[in-house]
């Protein structure tokens, strides 16, 4: 039986133990999106907590992607240096490091220059944005723009590529029949709305040569398990749909969160409050799922990998807390397993 701290082999990475840590944006980058030396000592210092992926926080694959004034960028090659720092210095904590990729579409901050873009022109429910409609040229330009940042990843010596499609960003929009309103082949069915996703995964993998795996970080529904946060929105079922495409598309991971009510939904709370998400998408997919949300116990974690609802776990918050978790993990669960 798999625990906490067995190894996974996952497309030729073999990974020390289950425990990933999320994404968790710092806003430490410059005003050109690079990474500077707050952004480096960040990820050094956690790369060093015995976790075994690290997933860098998202960066933008162009300006009008862009979510925040101090997001990280890889829209242009001399953000690889800094990638290059953050990925060196999560290897040499005996880490593997993923990064994450991502346009915000109309769930920018208030402020941010340039236009706000979107599959329809109907109001975003979470930035109250109505963007732009985007047209097929602007959607194909948008394709070409995150395989250009994948590259930029490979360039700087990531093991993996995450692509960013959850928390009401623009792969997420197009995911929503709440923000998806399009009648052409990008819109209206499931499958048609999930069809710019499958040709971002298409175009990283050709950016990538197929030297690194790709990962996604899916959005499963636009409402947290068991509240209703959006009438009409994207819905379990058509999240389970979209992670049977993702694996049939050779995603190696799918890494499980939430759509528009975003990563750290208002009023919910508890340990692993994603858990059903993964549970659903476990149950249709062979690949490996990462579990997270508001995972703080060790025993929680083991749960998750022991019963089958995901072969690893994402625990951020509470590492990022104390960096002695993962370790005080392996003691605590030692502990309970000589008993």
Same mark, same amino acid.
């Given at each position: 039986m798999a625990d906490l701290f067995s190894e996974l082999d996952v497309a030729g990475i073999r990974l020390s133990n289950r425990i990933v840590l999320p994404p968790m944006a710092t806003e430490a980058a410059d005003t050109e999106g690079l990474a500077g030396s707050g952004t480096l000592s960040w990820y050094a210092g956690l790369a060093t907590t015995g976790v075994a992926l690290v997933v860098v926080e998202h960066s933008f694959v162009a300006p009008e992607g862009r979510s925040s004034p101090r997001q990280l960028s890889l829209a242009a090659d001399a953000c690889i240096p800094g990638h290059a720092a953050i990925a060196r210095s999560i290897h040499a904590a005996g880490a593997f490091a993923a990064a994450q990729i991502s346009h915000a579409g109309a769930n920018r901050h208030a402020g941010m220059p340039g236009p706000r873009i979107g599959p329809s022109a109907v109001e975003h429910p979470v930035s109250h944005v109505i963007p732009e409609e985007m047209t097929t040229a602007e959607i194909a330009g948008t394709i070409r723009a995150f395989g250009a940042a994948a590259a930029r990843a490979r360039a700087a010596g990531y093991d993996l590529v995450e692509v960013h499609a959850a928390h009401g960003f623009l792969l997420s929009e197009f995911l929503s029949p709440l923000t998806n309103r399009r009648t052409d082949a990008y819109g209206g069915s499931s499958a048609h709305r999930r069809r710019m996703l499958l040709e971002v995964v298409e175009e990283v993998r050709a950016a990538l040569h197929g030297e690194l795996p790709i990962m996604v970080r899916l959005a499963v529904a636009d409402d947290p398990p068991g509240r209703r946060f959006y009438d009409g929105g994207m819905t379990v079922e058509e999240g389970v749909g979209h992670a049977r495409a993702l694996e049939g598309a050779s995603v190696v991971i799918l890494d499980?969160?939430?759509?528009?009510? +975003?990563? *750290? $939904? %208002? +009023?919910?709370? +508890? %340990?692993? #409050? #994603? *858990? $059903?998400?993964? %549970?659903? &998408?476990? *149950?249709? &997919?062979?690949? $490996? &799922?990462?579990? !997270?949300?508001? /995972? !703080?116990?060790?025993? !929680?974690?083991?749960? /998750?990998?022991?019963? +089958? !609802?995901? %072969?690893? &776990?994402?625990?951020? *918050?509470? /590492?990022v807390a104390d960096h002695e978790w993962v370790r005080n993990a392996r003691k605590e669960l030692g502990d309970i397993s000589a008993r």
């Open positions: 499980l969160s939430a759509g528009l009510c +975003g990563s *750290r $939904p %208002e +009023g919910v709370s +508890g %340990e692993a #409050y #994603y *858990r $059903p998400f993964a %549970e659903a &998408v476990s *149950r249709a &997919v062979s690949c $490996p &799922v990462v579990c !997270t949300g508001g /995972i !703080t116990l060790a025993q !929680t974690a083991q749960d /998750i990998v022991q019963h +089958g !609802t995901a %072969e690893l &776990v994402g625990v951020a *918050r509470a /590492i």
